[in-house]
C-alpha cells in the first residue's frame, strides 16, 4: 500500500480545511488509518484514527468537537474535515496505516507513512 495525502493550505483562523489521503492498494479496507501531524522543533502527534470499517473512530482531545476522521473503502480514501482550525493546528500532517490492525492500537503500529500536506492556520 502506498498513501498519498493532499488538501492542506493556508487559512485564516477559525477557518476550514478538508484533507484526502488517497491509498493503492486491494487491502486498505482491512487497515486501520490514522491522521498525525508533526509541527516544528516538535514530536510527531497522533491526531485522528479510523477503524476498518469505519465503525470506530479516536481523537486527540484538542481535535474533538472540531475534527471529524472519515473513511471510503470503495474509493480507498481517508479524510480528515478540520473546522474551527487554530494557530496551534499549524503542522505539516501525514496520513499512515497499521497494516497488522483493524483498529487504531498506538503511532509505532503505523508501519506504513504517506507523504505530507502542510497546513497553516494564520492568526
Known amino acids: 500500500v502506498q498513501l498519498q495525502a493532499s488538501g492542506g493550505g493556508l487559512v485564516q483562523a477559525g477557518g476550514s480545511l478538508r484533507l484526502s489521503c488517497t491509498a493503492s492498494?486491494?487491502?486498505?479496507?482491512?487497515?486501520?488509518m490514522g491522521w498525525f501531524r508533526q509541527a516544528p522543533r516538535k514530536e510527531r502527534e497522533f491526531v485522528a484514527a479510523?477503524?476498518?470499517?469505519?465503525?470506530?473512530?479516536d481523537y486527540v482531545d484538542s481535535a474533538k468537537g472540531r475534527f471529524t476522521i472519515s473513511r471510503d473503502n470503495a474509493k480507498n480514501t481517508v479524510d480528515l474535515q478540520m473546522n474551527s482550525l487554530k494557530p496551534e493546528d499549524t503542522a505539516v500532517y501525514y496520513c499512515?496505516?497499521?497494516?497488522?490492525?483493524?483498529?487504531?492500537?498506538?503511532?509505532?503500529?503505523?508501519?506504513?507513512w504517506g507523504s505530507g500536506t502542510q497546513v497553516t492556520v494564520s492568526s
Open positions: 479510523i477503524s476498518w470499517s469505519g465503525g470506530t473512530t
Open positions: 499512515a496505516a497499521d497494516p497488522q490492525r483493524s483498529y487504531y492500537h498506538s503511532l509505532s503500529g503505523m508501519s506504513i
Open positions: 492498494g486491494r487491502t486498505f479496507s482491512r487497515y486501520a
